[in-house]
């Protein structure tokens, strides 16, 4: 997936560092840096970024001249001032030339990709960033859960949802998302590969019935520690978003229709001996 480019304008050297580590495992790229005005215009044309990030003191102009130059050059251009100082006049002369958005030094890495991911809000670019920052996260945690709790390899698949409803028959295990952005992961299989992955999982003697009950609950309990495991590796990126996970529901059956609306749904497949075990894992459209 194609990352967002980024462009930094600060001529503070570890300033532009903290802001590179704070974008470098999201879906944003830094392209180009400067550390002056001069060089911000020179850099802009050459690699055009989707949004820059702006010092409001340069050595050879201020942060507002060098936005009126981008701008120049490019007045669709998307500008987020980092400063030190963040008064109404300061908010006022930066509309005026063209400035989008405002942030106070010390950004947090939640304000700044918050920020970005709105000015970037085209609908491809949104879907690319909850594709690599949120959904990725529950790509790993599905495949190591499956190891770990099974010993069974599997190859996993991502991809974008079209649909907003979910034909599952077999078992769905629901598990709601609080905190930044909500949602919900339902990770669903069907009846086979739910009996085969419970008996593996339980470790049973060859020979031994599983009953439908304690295949169900197996599944219920691994889907609550891998969905979990997938929100810890969100939290340990976004520090301050606290996603947190809801107690599970678990349905059993055949032929369930279960609706997803305005959820921006990514759904992976993980296909193992055992069977196809799949997650679908949905964001609300208003985070």
């Not at 491809?124 to 190591?144: C, N, T, W």
Request: proline share 3%.
């Amino acid at each position: 997936m194609e990352k967002v480019k980024v462009m930094i304008v600060d001529d503070s050297k570890v300033s532009r560092a903290m802001i590179e580590g704070n974008l470098a495992r999201t879906n944003f790229e830094v392209c180009a840096q400067a550390k002056n005005a001069a060089e911000a215009v020179e850099l802009y044309e050459q690699f055009k970024p989707a949004v820059v990030t702006m010092d409001m003191n340069l050595p050879d102009a201020d942060g507002l001249e060098c936005s009126r130059r981008i701008r120049a050059v490019d007045p669709e251009a998307k500008i987020v001032m980092i400063s030190a100082m963040k008064d109404a006049s300061l908010v006022a002369r930066g509309r005026e030339v063209g400035i989008s958005a405002f942030l106070q030094k010390p950004v947090s890495i939640n304000e700044l990709i918050d920020t970005l991911m709105i000015l970037c809000q085209s609908k491809a670019g949104k879907v690319a960033v909850l594709r690599e920052s949120y959904a990725k996260p529950f790509v790993k945690a599905l495949q190591q859960g499956i190891f770990s709790m099974t010993g069974v390899h599997s190859e996993v698949e991502l991809q974008e949802e079209e649909r907003s409803f979910l034909d599952i028959s077999g078992i769905a295990v629901i598990v709601g998302l609080t905190g930044i952005p909500n949602g919900r992961a339902i990770v669903y299989m069907d009846d086979k590969t739910m009996k085969d992955f419970a008996t593996v999982m339980l470790d049973a003697e060859e020979g031994d019935e599983i009953t439908e009950d304690e295949a169900s609950e197996s599944v219920e309990e691994a889907v609550n520690i891998i969905v979990g495991r997938g929100v810890s590796n969100i939290n340990d990126v976004f520090k301050d978003k606290e996603m947190r996970i809801t107690p599970p529901g678990t349905i059993v059956g055949s032929k369930i229709r279960i609706a997803s609306p305005k959820l921006t749904t990514f759904r992976i497949c993980a296909r193992t001996r055992l069977g196809d075990i799949n997650m679908s894992v949905g964001f609300a459209e208003g985070e």
